[in-house]
């Protein structure tokens, strides 16, 4: 058992949750690593591990490489299969659906207009502009804020930013 620790390695800069992995070597080959990812064992550090040791101990006992990976995949499979997915997996609705909600309001509102009214919706409004359109709206919000911002001032001659607003004098004398 001590051994088994002592092969399995944690790398935690493998994928993006890292992963468990051990040297291995099959005759005639040359020596490789066998790796257990975090995300592939449900996002559970523990079970990854687990799984890695027991992939270690398969390889130990003289199993072939093709059959200690079907076994891990297997176990990887029977840990995650009654887990929800993550929410990077799961199906996003369609975005018709905002619009579908839009033109139904939408539909509403010229019915309201119609029994208002008495006149059919299109010529009512038909040249108007909403208020979040108009010009005076995007002046008031600010819409061209981003050509507005000042930028952080470069030192001519490194193009290094001036930190904590020091003048052109202070950072060359620095």
Known sequence: MAQQWVAVK???NRGKEGAFAF???AEGRKPWDFYTTVKKAGGRKEEACRIARLCYAKFQAGAADAE???YRDSLCRELTAGQPLPRSHK????STAPRQKQAQNADQTTNNLKTETNQ???QQGANHQSPSMTKDSKQRRGG???LLRRRPQK???CRSPFLNQKSYDKHVAA
């Open 120 to 122: 059919p919706a299109r």
């Open 155 to 157: 030192c001519p001659t």
């Open 144 to 146: 061209s804020s981003k």
């Open 23 to 25: 040297a291995c070597q």
């Open 10 to 12: 944690w790398l935690p």
């Open 91 to 94: 199906k996003r609705p369609a």
């Open 68 to 70: 200690v990976m079907e």
